[in-house]
Structure formats: structure tokens, C-alpha cells
């Protein structure tokens, strides 16, 4: 049978239809009662009905990818983890806000459909949904030869959930006294890769094979260390106590992601002393010889979400997160100020 035109510019049809058959049996797992129909169709379908239960249904939407994390999938050819740093950027970005994640798209560009690596792909990100208790509603692969080369891929999406109004958590709520709870990241989570690949691939010259006796592992398996999805975390804490602010510590580090949740006439004072930053940050720091500022306005040091709440909830919110696994604690508090919201770190880290 003759090649067809299609195929002799590079773009495979019959590979793209396998991996959708691959990946049927991981996107089933994910569906929740309200999906309806199944993988294929144009456009996935989801359930509204389910609404009539709240008094205002308030819709909440975000769209993230993963960044240059997936070099170093890419590099290691480990593609089932990083599903978990895309659906972690998604996500948690909507429950920050008191949403319920419904459900997420996703997008694949590579150079080549193979099969059984976008699979892979899916597969992690389908696990990561069914974490996050997400239905994965659909997607796209797109194969773009000429444009990435055959083993390159970028992977993104796009994520829905719904909050009652009347619920939804933010800057308005936050009062002076109120305190900061930190709950642990998995590590360096999906930001700052490029300062990271830059500082200990590039010019330290390290092999991404390389174990790290600080680490305890390899310098990859460190860095391809999957994102904690703390979504389910996060509406079991916000439904035990009073939580007023949330704030997902992504790329522009703790103090750049805890002021966009605070109002003007307030300032948020965290103590370094309260806690340890795992030994990957320390390494970056070290071996880039990167100033304090510039670290902490990249990395999230070893915390993934600030949550900002009434001194009086911390001791429970910290227990229920002890119990799912978190590591939690006090990292600061709230007091008033004049003029614009503002964060400070003070002190220096435990060792």
C-alpha cells in the first residue's frame, strides 16, 4: 500500500489512533458519575445537573503546563510521572479558592507519536486525576514534525471546577492575626527547572545519572520527583476549619504567591526558622552559588501551599494534614500594616 502524503511529511495517523486505544482503559478510571459518553468525540460532556445542589454555583478555571520539567522526563525516557506535575499545576490552583475540581483537558505536542510513550503520558496523568478526583474529559495529541524532533514533547491543560459563592476563599477574608500553615512539598514540584537545569546540568556539568549521596538518589530520579496534588488535601482542611486565604507556592517562590492572596493593609512575616528546606534546594544554592533572594523568589523551598486561617484553626488544620500524610506547621503570622499587602521572610533555616 502507498504512503500517503500525509505520512511523508512525518505525521503518523494510525500511531495516533493506537495510543488513543492505549490509553482508553487509564481516562476510564478517571470519570466520575457525571461524565457522560466516552473517549473520541469532539468534545467531552460533563453533567451540570449536579449544581442545583448549591445556592450560587460559581465556576473556577485554570490552565497551566509543566515547563522544562519534561527535559528531564525526556532525558531519563520516564514519561509516567510527569502527568502528576501537570495536573498538580491545575489543580491546585483552583482549590486554592475553595473549588471542587470537576474535570481537565489535556494537550501533547510531540515530533513523533509513539504509541506507548504517550500512553505513558496519560497514564500519569489519568492516576494524577483520580487523585485529585478529577475526571479526565478529553484531549489532543498533535504530532508537529519539523517543529520538535522526534522523542521532544510539551504537555498542558486546562481544568474546571465549581464553589459556592458564599464560599469561595480569598483576601477579603483575611484578617490581622490570623496565621500562615504551611504544608510540605513533594520538592522542587514543576517551577524553576530552568534555573535548576541551568545551575547543575549546565554549569556545574553534572550527568542527570549522577547519585547525589545528599539526596540519596539520583540527581534525575531527585529532579523528576512528581508534584504533590494536595487538591482532596485541601477541601477536607477547608471543610474541618476556618481557612480564610490559600496560596499554591509555584514559579516566584513563598513570598510572591502568598501576596496575592493578602489585601492591602496587612503584612505576612514568615520565620525560615520554623523549617528545613529539603536537601535539593540547599544543592541548587550551593552548587549555582544563588543568593538567598534570588532562590526564594524562584523555588518553593520545600513548601507547597500557605494556607492563611484564624490562629484558633491551626492546631486542627495542621492534625488533619498529619493524618493525610502532610507534613504541616506554623510558618508565620498576619499583622496590620499601612499600605499595600506585603510578605517578609525573617531568620534564618533550621539545619
Sequence with gaps: MSESAYARAGVDIEAGDRAVELMKAHVKKTHRPEVLGGLGGFAGFFDASAFKAYDHPVLASSTDGVGTKVAIAQALDKHDTIGFDLIGMLVDDLVVVGAEPLFVTDYIACGKVVPERIAEIV????????????????????????????????????????????????????????AVIALASSGLHSNGYSLVRHVLLTEAGWDITRHVDELGTTLGEALLTPTKV?????????????????????????ANNLVRVLPDGVRATLDRSTWTPPPIFTLVQQVGDVSTPDIEATLNMGVGMALVAPAASADVLMGIARQRGIDAWVLGEVAATEGAASVSLVGQHSH
Excluded: F, M, N
Design 230 to 254: 494536595y487538591a482532596r488535601d485541601i477541601l477536607a482542611l477547608v471543610d474541618a476549619a476556618e481557612v480564610h486565604a490559600i496560596s499554591h507556592i509555584t514559579g516566584g517562590g513563598l
Design 123 to 178: 497514564q500519569g496523568i489519568a492516576a494524577a486525576c483520580e487523585v485529585a478526583g478529577a475526571a479526565l474529559l478529553g484531549g489532543e495529541t498533535a504530532e508537529h514534525p519539523g517543529l520538535l524532533g522526534p522523542d521532544e514533547y510539551d504537555i498542558a491543560g486546562a481544568t474546571t471546577g465549581v464553589v459556592e459563592k458564599s464560599r469561595i476563599l480569598g483576601p477579603d477574608r483575611v484578617r490581622p492575626g490570623d
